[in-house]
């Protein structure tokens, strides 16, 4: 996701302010898991974004006839958590996700995050961009993950963080997104973006294996092609990146997001369809 959102939509004012948190597990994820052998498949709603500020649930209901499992939250639309948890039920998703802005992982601001994301039966906190411009910052933020980290898991939840191009620039030699992984414990999800990833000119491959126990949620979008190449007909390796998740046995989510050219819940019906092909749902 090439960030920036609020409540209502705007995903800059969302990463700069909002409340999230993260959940008991409530809706079944062992099953989901169990049922078909598979890594369940979600939809960051990011990629839907103007079709949800219209008619948030007509939205969820065609992305679950579509045949997605899960989706991952990036705003929430004025609704509250309550309303959010009876739309999912209603159309029998889960909420595998929320981008929730890196002030309400804040001391003063975590344990209402992790109260919202109860009620909507979340365990993933995953702060979408971070932005420091010197490696003392990014140390920082190392810092404070691992702090936090450790509240989050009393709640059997995961904090984490979600892959930027700018996070593969380098610092003194080093990567930020090596200075952050590399000081914070593995508690703290790696979420990567395949796409992000190439756009800053690392490989998503060599990223998953070297930290091969850290990809719990994973975003599957895909770089190169045409204009509107939806996953599969792009440049990206997916049966190498697919192949890994599945081989260290600790991703619990491939979840689908799109950005290019075109209507997007066609488009993200063709993802699904590109999933279809190469075996994953």
Not at 50 to 68: F, H, N, R, S, W
Not at 238 to 264: L, M, R, S
Request: hydrophobic content about 40%; glycine content about 10%; overall charge positive.
């Amino acid at each position: 996701m090439s960030y920036k959102l609020n409540h209502s939509g705007s995903r800059r004012n969302f990463i700069k302010t909002g409340a999230l948190g993260a959940a008991a597990l409530s809706v079944g994820l062992p099953s989901l898991l169990a049922a078909a052998n598979k890594i369940p498949v979600g939809l960051q709603l990011y990629s839907v974004r103007q079709d949800c500020e219209k008619d948030l649930p007509k939205v969820l209901e065609t992305v679950a006839q579509i045949g997605y499992k899960g989706v991952e939250f990036a705003g929430y639309y004025n609704r509250k958590a309550e309303e959010l948890r009876k739309m999912l039920d209603a159309n029998g998703l889960v909420c595998c996700g929320t981008h929730t802005p890196l002030e309400t992982i804040q001391p003063q601001n975590l344990q209402a995050t992790i109260e919202f994301n109860k009620t909507l039966g979340n365990r993933f906190l995953i702060v979408p961009y971070m932005d420091p411009k010197t490696k003392e910052g990014w140390l920082a933020m190392a810092k404070l993950f691992t702090a936090q980290s450790d509240q989050v898991k009393a709640e059997k939840m995961y904090l984490g963080y979600h892959a930027h191009s700018h996070d593969f620039q380098k610092l003194d030699g080093v990567s930020c997104w090596d200075l952050f992984f590399g000081n914070t414990p593995e508690a703290v999800v790696m979420q990567l973006d395949t796409s992000n990833c190439m756009d800053g000119g690392a490989d998503p491959v060599v990223v998953l294996k070297q930290y091969a126990k850290r990809g719990l949620s994973i975003h599957i979008k895909e770089w190169g092609g045409a204009a509107d190449a939806v996953i599969g007909e792009g440049k990206i390796n997916f049966p190498a990146v697919f192949d890994i998740c599945e081989k260290t046995g600790v991703t619990q989510w491939y979840i689908v997001e799109h950005e290019k050219e075109g209507n997007a819940l066609d488009n993200v019906k063709r993802c699904f369809a590109g999933m279809k092909k190469l075996g994953k749902v």
